[in-house]
């Protein structure tokens, strides 16, 4: 199994370091698993126009590549004007419909106000849906005050929804890789 962490920014590093706690809880739980991580400031993204996938950039292509070959994912992103980051629906407008379709998701974001959490419930909840994925229902939203300056978490109930993430994401997985659905 392969279990990819999204950060979905290009700025900040709270997304990434809630990837990354969640990838070592799921490795704790299952050390079989390969965990990969696709950090979007790594990335030149283009902007989707509805060009073929095979006209966008190599860094594009990569990061499309890296998606559809995972089989569960982490996805996290800072809270912005009450939303997703822009890239990060970018990204989710460059993927193919196929693309992670009957494969689990969990929810990770950051944010500035304690309401930000209703970003997961109410604008990536529905996009995963529109993709037919499956959700776990464990997500991690973090205040900026569950964070030391180093940026780890150090907030213990946050901490805590960090591990049932990391052991929701693997175990759903495996439940499901022997549903099959109708193509």
């Given at each position: 199994?392969?279990?990819?962490?999204?950060?979905?920014?290009?700025?900040?590093?709270?997304p990434?370091?809630?990837?990354e706690?969640?990838?070592?809880?799921?490795?704790?739980?299952?050390?079989?698993i390969?965990?990969?991580?696709?950090?979007?400031?790594?990335?030149?993204?283009?902007?989707?126009?509805?060009?073929?996938i095979?006209?966008?950039?190599?860094?594009?292509?990569k990061?499309?590549?890296?998606?559809?070959?995972?089989?569960?994912?982490?996805?996290?992103?800072?809270?912005?004007?009450?939303?997703?980051?822009?890239?990060?629906?970018?990204?989710?407008?460059?993927?193919?419909?196929?693309?992670?379709?009957?494969?689990?998701?969990?929810?990770?974001?950051t944010?500035?106000t304690?309401q930000?959490?209703?970003?997961?419930?109410?604008?990536?909840?529905?996009?995963?849906?529109?993709?037919?994925?499956?959700?776990?229902?464990?997500?991690?939203?973090?205040?900026?005050?569950?964070?030391?300056?180093?940026?780890?978490?150090i907030?213990?109930?946050?901490?805590?929804?960090?591990?049932?993430?990391?052991?929701?994401?693997?175990?759903?997985?495996?439940?499901?890789?022997?549903?099959?659905?109708?193509?």
């Amino acid at each position: 199994m392969k279990l990819l962490g999204i950060s979905g920014t290009i700025i900040g590093v709270k997304p990434i370091s809630i990837v990354e706690a969640v990838l070592k809880e799921a490795q704790n739980y299952d050390p079989t698993i390969t965990t990969e991580i696709l950090d979007l400031t790594q990335f030149n993204m283009e902007f989707c126009d509805g060009r073929p996938i095979t006209e966008y950039n190599a860094d594009t292509k990569k990061m499309i590549e890296m998606i559809e070959s995972a089989d569960c994912y982490i996805i996290a992103t800072p809270i912005f004007q009450a939303s997703l980051t822009g890239v990060l629906k970018n990204l989710f407008d460059l993927l193919p419909v196929s693309a992670l379709r009957n494969k689990v998701i969990g929810f990770a974001a950051t944010g500035g106000t304690y309401q930000h959490y209703l970003v997961v419930e109410n604008q990536l909840k529905p996009i995963a849906g529109y993709f037919k994925s499956y959700i776990t229902p464990e997500y991690v939203y973090a205040h900026r005050e569950h964070f030391n300056n180093r940026n780890e978490v150090i907030d213990t109930e946050v901490a805590a929804r960090i591990q049932r993430l990391g052991i929701q994401i693997v175990q759903m997985t495996n439940a499901l890789k022997h549903v099959v659905t109708a193509k």
